[in-house]
């Protein structure tokens, strides 16, 4: 791996970060007249903790990554818009991602006038590390990869993931927004191992909160303190930090509700597959299911106006004649699977 100041970009190495009032008096107090806050309407008249000490302390717990390396962020939006303001030089340097995979990866490097080059993944949606790795440059600073990856549902191979990162000078990036609903570990474990990785994880998915806008990035110690230095200071607001720690202290019902959901993907993949215009069910190590239905356009379109919500994927690479489809309750797959065996193609 190159060196963090060889990979941040000059002007955010030297950066000097705003101080806020909340950071710079840490410990009790009574009286608290530093931050021109309002003294009324208790408790959302006080800023919140810029660095979600209690939440971190908390996810430690449930994750086993020190309060040290984690950020927090309105999503996973905010880690992947940061991550490239940080270490890429608009107009100069690259990024290199798998295709097909999340969108917001390529939206995000446009916005910050980033290259963003895809490397077209096997037919069977399988990574091939040395094709990544040749379509880097001396200018490649991030290396996205995504899994299990959206939209193809399939987990990256783990031998090829690890020489991406044993092999690339630069950082590589582990989105892991499904990882709850795959049979593989998380790739935190291997933190201490790789200091160039960063693994994103969310809770939009299994933790059933998209609502809060919460997303998490594991990384370095010091890869976290140039997040924390260019973040918004309050980026995390008070009610969403108030609700993670409530839905960590039930984390129980989350496993209950994965467990739900992977009977139900498999109930759904079997149902499927007996529908006659269902040619392929791609296997699947998140909570949803890509499937090929010949006229993903037509097909789309009578779900729609049966009021049934889909992804139509048709354009994407790969994915022609393709649909997404989120497993939801077994009343709602029902529907699903009642709509699509009354199309007529
Ligand atoms: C859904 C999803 C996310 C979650 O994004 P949030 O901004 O945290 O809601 C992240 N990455 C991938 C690949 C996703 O599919």
Known sequence: ????????????WKLKPYSCARNEFHGNATTF????????????????????????NKLFQVKGVKPQQIFLGNGSDEP??????????????????IDPTYGMYEVAADI???????????????????KLLDATDEHTKLIFLCTPNNPTGNCLDRA????????????????????????????????????????????S????????????????????????????????????????????????????????LLKERERLKTLLKE???????????????????GDANAAYQHLVTSGVIVR????????RGCLRVTVGTPEENNIFVDTLKSWKQ
């Open 1 to 12: 791996m190159k060196t963090l100041e060889q990979l941040v970009r000059p002007n955010i």
């Open 33 to 56: 007249l530093d931050a021109n806050e309002n003294p009324y309407n208790a408790p959302y008249n006080r800023y919140p903790d810029p660095l979600q000490t209690t939440l971190k």
């Open 80 to 97: 992947i818009d940061l991550t490239i303001r940080i270490f890429c030089e608009p107009g100069l340097d690259n990024i290199v991602a």
């Open 112 to 130: 910050n006038g980033v290259e963003y080059r895809k490397v077209p993944l096997s037919e069977n949606f399988e990574m091939s590390a040395s």
């Open 160 to 203: 090829e993931i690890y020489k991406v990162l044993s092999r690339f000078e630069g950082i590589v990036i582990v989105d892991e927004a499904y990882t709850d609903f795959s049979s593989e570990p998380s790739h935190t474990k291997d933190l201490a191992t790789f200091p160039n990785l960063i693994v994103f994880q969310t809770f």
């Open 205 to 260: 998915k299994a933790w059933g909160s998209a609502g809060i806008r919460l997303g998490m990035a594991f990384a370095s110690k010091e890869i976290i303190e140039i997040f924390n230095k260019v973040k918004y200071p309050y980026n995390m607001n008070v009610l969403t930090q108030e609700r993670a720690l409530y839905m960590l202290e039930g984390s129980e019902t989350v496993k209950t509700w994965v467990q739900i």
């Open 275 to 293: 529908i006659p215009c269902v040619q392929k069910v791609y296997p699947s190590e998140a909570n949803f299911l890509l499937i090929e239905v």
């Open 312 to 319: 139509n994927r048709n354009n994407i690479s790969l994915c």
